[in-house]
């Protein structure tokens, strides 16, 4: 098996001197949402479990998940919820995990939640202590954790070894937890890919999701006049639809609709907004048919005020209401119900909450997240091929993919 090298050839030296390893029946690679929640399973089983993180402190995306208050799952969750190249994939997992499973296991330590829109739940006392959690109760059922670590080598199928500079452990069962590489400031990085290409296990091509997206110039000197403007939208592309907040930036748009949609983006593609959903422009017209305001003046009222004489052109926002042409109505209703942009990127891993691809979930158990082909290796979190939609469903699939593990291993 070639050997994954991550250290300095200075480190790799000491630790191939070394003649003693340490044994384990778990290793979990990644101290996040659901390496923890794993270790917390297979440890409280009476497994031997140690979880091994480059990070000084664990679970550093739940830290600053939810603005810091941590939506950590949500009422509504089901399989739609998530996008896999394996659309039943998480099916087993979800069956067998629900939204009552995480809030018990905060209420057991101690922390409450709010119920937000969409169902979404957030903690009442802030995303520091869910990580607390994490920790506390992965230590107390006997898990180790070796924190600040490098992760030199991995090798060997049962047993596996992992050299983490100066020290070898080996165990029969290796689990895969670490995560994809959006939001490195927080420790994070592509060695769960690597690995899994180590190993010859499939991927599906990763690229950021949840991430704002940037548009061309002239759509992009719209948004930088409307910076900090935030209006309820319907966004649509590639046959998916999403009705919620969309926010201008000075880049593009950002806001829950577009992070929404990003998910679904692909080069290329165009991104169609509706700036009034469930209304109808032309009846809104109708219905001041005899104003004699300004066109833009009218659309000011239910619109950003500077949104509509920026997407329309002069003659149309200045015409008097009374004096609309047909076709100027449908040029407008073309304008602001059915917006189309390309965007030219997004705003990349750097801002993006999650990764979209990632381990083929074809080539993983949906029952026990055991890689088919490569027997006790398992892969779970965001580092498979499964991504949730904004709300709570990235920290759930977190949470299910490393509870069905932890059971099974
Ligand atoms: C800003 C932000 C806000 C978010 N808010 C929410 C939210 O409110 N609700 C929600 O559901 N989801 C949210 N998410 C997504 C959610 O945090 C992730 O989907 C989830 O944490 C994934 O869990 P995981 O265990 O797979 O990976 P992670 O939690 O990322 O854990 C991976 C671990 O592996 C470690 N690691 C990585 N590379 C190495 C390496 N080379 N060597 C050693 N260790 C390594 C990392 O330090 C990390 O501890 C948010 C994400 C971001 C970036």
């Given at each position: 098996?070639?050997?994954?090298?991550?250290?300095?050839?200075?480190?790799?030296?000491?630790?191939?001197?070394?003649?003693?390893?340490?044994?384990?029946?778990?290793?979990?690679?990644?101290?996040?949402?659901?390496?923890?929640?794993?270790?917390?399973?297979?440890?409280?089983?009476?497994?031997?479990?140690?979880?091994?993180?480059?990070?000084?402190?664990?679970?550093?995306?739940v830290r600053v998940s939810g603005g810091g208050?941590?939506?950590?799952?949500?009422?509504?969750?089901?399989?739609?919820?998530?996008?896999?190249?394996?659309?039943?994939?998480?099916?087993?997992?979800?069956?067998?995990?629900?939204?009552?499973?995480?809030?018990?296991?905060?209420?057991?330590?101690?922390?409450?939640?709010e119920e937000r829109e969409h169902g979404q739940l957030f903690t009442e006392q802030g995303a520091g202590r869910v990580a607390g959690a994490l920790v506390a109760r992965s230590r107390r059922a006997g898990a180790e954790l070796l924190l600040g670590r490098t992760i030199e080598s991995v090798s060997g199928t049962g047993p596996f070894s992992v050299d983490t500079g100066g020290e070898i452990l080996k165990a029969d069962k290796l689990v895969v937890a670490l995560g994809g590489p959006s939001w490195a400031q927080v420790g994070a990085t592509d060695l769960g890919f690597r690995l899994a290409k180590q190993y010859e296990l499939s991927i599906v091509r990763p690229r950021p999701g949840l991430v704002p997206l940037v548009l061309a110039k002239n759509e992009k000197d719209i948004c930088r006049e409307l910076t900090g403007n935030a209006l309820p939208v319907t966004i649509e592309c590639n046959g998916v639809r999403f009705t919620d907040p969309l926010l201008f930036t000075h880049k593009g748009i950002s806001g829950p609709a577009t992070l929404q949609i990003s998910s679904y983006w692909r080069d290329n593609q165009p991104v169609v907004i509706d700036f009034l959903p469930g209304q109808s422009l032309s009846g809104y017209i109708e219905e001041n048919r005899s104003s004699n305001v300004q066109f833009k003046n009218l659309l000011s009222r239910i619109l950003p005020k500077r949104l509509p004489e920026l997407i329309l052109s002069q003659a149309l926002a200045e015409a008097s209401v009374s004096q609309l042409t047909k076709q100027q109505i449908e040029v407008?209703?073309?304008?602001?119900?059915r917006f189309s942009v390309v965007p030219t990127n997004t705003e990349g891993y750097a801002k993006a909450e999650v990764v979209v691809g990632g381990v083929d979930t074809n080539s993983v158990s949906s029952k026990t997240m055991e890689?088919?082909?490569?027997?006790?290796?398992?892969?779970?979190g965001e580092a498979l091929d499964v991504t949730g939609h904004l709300g709570g469903f990235n920290l759930h699939w977190a949470f299910a993919s490393g509870a069905a593990c932890g059971d099974e291993l």
């Amino acid at each position: 098996m070639h050997l994954f090298t991550g250290g300095s050839s200075a480190s790799l030296l000491v630790s191939r001197t070394m003649s003693e390893s340490k044994k384990y029946d778990i290793i979990i690679l990644g101290a996040g949402a659901s390496g923890l929640y794993c270790a917390m399973h297979a440890a409280s089983r009476g497994r031997k479990v140690v979880v091994i993180d480059h990070g000084g402190k664990p679970a550093r995306k739940v830290r600053v998940s939810g603005g810091g208050m941590c939506n950590f799952t949500n009422l509504h969750v089901t399989p739609d919820n998530y996008i896999c190249s394996n659309p039943h994939f998480v099916k087993s997992a979800l069956a067998r995990f629900s939204p009552w499973d995480v809030v018990g296991f905060l209420a057991e330590n101690g922390i409450s939640y709010e119920e937000r829109e969409h169902g979404q739940l957030f903690t009442e006392q802030g995303a520091g202590r869910v990580a607390g959690a994490l920790v506390a109760r992965s230590r107390r059922a006997g898990a180790e954790l070796l924190l600040g670590r490098t992760i030199e080598s991995v090798s060997g199928t049962g047993p596996f070894s992992v050299d983490t500079g100066g020290e070898i452990l080996k165990a029969d069962k290796l689990v895969v937890a670490l995560g994809g590489p959006s939001w490195a400031q927080v420790g994070a990085t592509d060695l769960g890919f690597r690995l899994a290409k180590q190993y010859e296990l499939s991927i599906v091509r990763p690229r950021p999701g949840l991430v704002p997206l940037v548009l061309a110039k002239n759509e992009k000197d719209i948004c930088r006049e409307l910076t900090g403007n935030a209006l309820p939208v319907t966004i649509e592309c590639n046959g998916v639809r999403f009705t919620d907040p969309l926010l201008f930036t000075h880049k593009g748009i950002s806001g829950p609709a577009t992070l929404q949609i990003s998910s679904y983006w692909r080069d290329n593609q165009p991104v169609v907004i509706d700036f009034l959903p469930g209304q109808s422009l032309s009846g809104y017209i109708e219905e001041n048919r005899s104003s004699n305001v300004q066109f833009k003046n009218l659309l000011s009222r239910i619109l950003p005020k500077r949104l509509p004489e920026l997407i329309l052109s002069q003659a149309l926002a200045e015409a008097s209401v009374s004096q609309l042409t047909k076709q100027q109505i449908e040029v407008a209703e073309n304008r602001i119900h059915r917006f189309s942009v390309v965007p030219t990127n997004t705003e990349g891993y750097a801002k993006a909450e999650v990764v979209v691809g990632g381990v083929d979930t074809n080539s993983v158990s949906s029952k026990t997240m055991e890689c088919k082909d490569v027997p006790g290796l398992h892969v779970i979190g965001e580092a498979l091929d499964v991504t949730g939609h904004l709300g709570g469903f990235n920290l759930h699939w977190a949470f299910a993919s490393g509870a069905a593990c932890g059971d099974e291993l």
